[in-house]
């Protein structure tokens, strides 16, 4: 039996469906609005989500994630809070959750203790873009043993020798960075991204879901037939950002996030042109 990331996936192949995959920030504008933004996100039948557990010192995230984080940590929200609140939700049926995570919270909190939280609140896989090399067998390992998954990221400048050595610890999906930089939205698709993926599905028969860059459902269609998924964090957690401006009220968040979803998943869900 496969991980619940696997099994999205390989329902949605069978449908010939591509999945949607949209991104949140953990306590943005609180955790009771996490709450029910996950609640609009599972009814605008998002196929997954990723949810990012701030920190202060973001990797590769761009402008409008950074201040959601900024945010989330100036409201004290803590690694344990976002558990317990995720938690509350396991029966509610909820796609599968994964956790965009810094490797600096993992090692904090203590890796197997991470992990039985993971599991204990649902969570179903990882991803750790500042994860060691090094240490990456190992935390697969110890990922994997728990029946989650340890999803990996690779840029256009991933040299194709260390894509081989990704690959070998990675399991559930491929994150695809769309563009070299940090995350945001972008007018199109590049070419070189595309010839990336064709590249990649000759290397392994992971789902590759692409995210950085992806924002409107018009960036779906050049990646249908190449890549599995696609993923979405700026051009979303810029209506938690109209919130914090004070332009849509809290209360009228979940309609815009499951408004834009609904698109994005139409899009995603669509018979190939």
């Known amino acids: 039996m496969g991980s619940r990331i696997s099994e999205v996936f390989a329902t949605l192949k069978q449908d010939e469906k591509m999945a949607f ?120 390992e110890s990922v994997t043993s728990k029946g989650l998954d340890l999803i990996q990221l690779i840029a256009p400048t991933t040299p194709r020798a260390r894509v081989k050595q990704i690959l070998e610890c990675c399991s559930g999906f491929v994150y695809c960075i769309a563009v070299a930089g940090t995350t945001g939205e972008r007018r199109e698709v590049a070419d070189a991204l595309l010839h990336q993926l064709k590249w990649l599905r000759e290397e392994t028969d992971l789902p590759l879901a692409v995210g950085f860059g992806i924002s409107q459902p018009e960036h779906v269609e050049p990646l249908r037939g190449l890549a599995e998924g696609v993923i979405v964090g700026s051009a979303l957690v810029r209506e938690f950002q109209k919130v914090a401006d004070g332009e849509i009220p809290a209360d009228q968040l979940g309609e815009a996030i499951s408004k834009f979803s609904a698109k994005m998943v139409e899009a995603a869900h669509a018979a190939k042109q």
């Open 21 to 140: 995959m949209p991104f949140i920030t953990a306590g943005d504008p609180d955790l009771a609005g996490t709450q029910e933004v996950l609640k609009s996100l599972a009814a605008a039948q998002v196929d997954l989500i990723e949810i990012g557990f701030p920190y202060s010192d973001p990797i590769a995230d761009g402008p409008v994630i950074q201040a959601s984080y900024t945010r989330s940590l100036d409201a004290k929200v803590t690694v344990h809070e976002i558990f317990d609140s995720i938690s509350e939700l396991k029966d509610d049926g909820l796609p599968p959750l994964v956790a965009m995570v810094s490797y600096a919270i993992v090692f904090r909190v203590g890796l197997d203790s991470f992990l039985e939280q993971c599991v204990k609140s649902g969570v179903s896989g990882l991803i750790i873009p500042d994860l060691p090399g090094a240490e990456a067998k190992e935390v697969f």
